[in-house]
């Protein structure tokens, strides 16, 4: 049912307050009010202050709501007329785009909003940027930042870092250098972050080579190098290593990354890794190839060797091939195999 009244002269009235000069407004299909696009200057009180929604269009900023909102006419998102300095859990931030939780707390906070575009490149949209400090527990920094997420409660979520900034992140296993950004636990202790370059990581199943060359910077809320409450790996991605196993059972098993055409030329080929995940109190690790069904393996009651990917996974071969194989196949590797303790 529309949750919203629409009133003489432009306006639209909702439980949030009334809005002036509004030009078009959007629904959801149950009837709620969506969105909203304004011609007119109008002021919104929030947790995060006192905004001013966008009501006049420029060719970075197109086909964007003035504002949105949640089903039941709470504020969702508000993309601001300008750059303003916004009021969060951590201190005053410049913004162009703010959005909150159904209950009124800031969600995240965007200092650019540009849609890039052949009118508008990326480089374009950094000059516009203005540099942001971060003082965290394993983390101290300035740079340019893509956006800022927050728990209700008011800790940061993740930070993410504008295409080709970096930062160097403190962990239990040495400085590692992040790109794209990292997350953290409600407890402001480090979740998971994005290794800009292979980073060698000492796991149960030995020293792997952290990093996703496909990595996806949409936002840094979950990365592919995770850790728990007390900084141990339980997550990693590697596209520069096979793992060999044997099972109790006698099984021979071999984990690999896959190569894949690349689907921006469909001609060259490019490696999509493999994800390996640990859970400690199951004793247990996973490998996920993103193809086959993910196979998870008693880390204490199986073997495991670690060598360097360099291309497509081998194919079977004859025990008599093996002597000279480096790593071996999927059916005699494990033959080779020691075991690594955790």
């Known amino acids: ?132 400090s971060f003082e965290l527990p394993f983390t101290s920094f300035t ?12 800790n940061i979520r993740s930070v993410t870092l504008f295409p080709g900034e970096a930062v160097d992140i403190a962990t239990k296993y040495g400085e590692i250098r992040a790109r794209i950004g990292f997350s953290l636990y409600e407890s402001g202790k480090l979740e998971s972050l994005e290794p800009a370059v292979p980073v060698t990581i000492q796991t149960p199943v030995g020293a792997l080579a952290a990093f996703d060359p496909n990595a996806i910077g949409v936002n840094a809320d979950s990365n592919s190098l995770a850790f728990d409450g007390d900084g141990n790996v339980t997550a990693l991605t590697v596209a520069h290593n096979r793992v060999a196993a044997r099972t109790e059972d006698g099984r021979h098993l071999m984990f690999v990354p896959r190569e894949v055409v690349n689907p921006l030329d469909n001609e060259t080929m490019i490696t999509v890794g493999l994800k390996i995940s640990f859970d400690y109190g199951a004793d247990t690790v996973t490998f996920d190839d993103g193809i086959k069904e993910t196979t998870t393996l008693p880390m204490s009651r199986s073997s495991f060797t670690v060598a360097a990917h360099t291309g497509p996974a081998p194919a079977m071969c004859s025990p008599a091939g093996c002597a000279s194989c480096s790593l071996g196949c999927a059916s005699h590797a494990a033959d080779k195999v020691k075991k690594v303790k955790k």
């Open 1 to 132: 049912m529309p949750n919203f009244n629409l009133r003489e002269n432009n306006m639209i009235q909702l439980s949030s307050g009334v809005f002036a000069g509004v030009e078009s407004y959007f629904c959801y299909p149950g009837g709620e009010l969506e969105g909203i696009k304004l011609s007119e200057r109008n002021m919104l009180v929030t947790r995060a202050g006192e905004l001013v929604p966008a009501y006049t269009e420029t060719h970075r900023r197109k086909n964007k709501y003035s504002v949105e909102f949640h089903k039941s006419g709470a504020i969702k998102a508000v993309a601001l007329n300008e750059t303003q300095k916004i009021q969060t859990p951590t201190g005053e931030f410049p913004a162009e785009l703010v959005t909150f939780f159904e209950s009124g707390e800031l969600n995240r906070f965007f200092p650019l909003d540009g849609k890039i575009s052949g009118l508008w490149s990326e480089e374009e949209e950094k000059k516009l940027a203005t540099p942001l």
């Open 143 to 154: 740079a340019i930042i893509g956006g800022v997420a927050f728990y209700k409660s008011g």
